[in-house]
């Protein structure tokens, strides 16, 4: 059994910065993907950033240059986010499946419960 859960979550002025955190709890794992996704209010969930098992990254257009993902050795992920804009408002969810890393959340079987981002213009 694979448990997520968010953290890091808050409320920000525009230009400024947040850190995510996504804690792991299970067995270990052989071949994964984490992948931060967000979702705002009337509006598709969106593949914000991943990384696979051997540390291969992918980003969104939005957020590349603006926000970084990584992980550390207890299997724990992190969001990076920097030059944060009002539209960076919504809540953000990590997600883990096992295989090659998608922006799709259709891929993904394991979630958190999910951290509020709110930018403030």
């Known amino acids: 059994q694979v448990q997520l859960m968010e953290s890091g979550g808050g409320s920000v002025q525009a230009g400024g910065s947040l850190r995510l955190s996504c804690a792991y709890f299970g067995y270990m794992r052989v071949i994964y993907c984490v992948t931060w996704f967000r979702q705002a209010p009337g509006k598709e969930r969106e593949g914000v950033a991943a990384?696979?098992?051997?540390?291969?990254t992918r980003y969104a257009d939005s957020v590349k240059g603006r926000f970084s993902i990584s992980e550390d050795n207890a299997k724990n992920t992190y969001l990076q986010m920097d030059s944060l804009k009002p539209e960076d408002t919504a809540m953000y969810y990590c997600?883990?499946?096992?295989?090659?890393?998608?922006?799709?959340?259709?891929?993904?079987?394991?979630w958190g419960q999910g951290t509020q981002v709110t930018v403030s213009s």
């Open positions: 997600a883990a499946r096992f295989g090659g890393c998608y922006l799709d959340h259709n891929y993904y079987t394991y």
């Open positions: 990384i696979g098992e051997d540390g291969t």
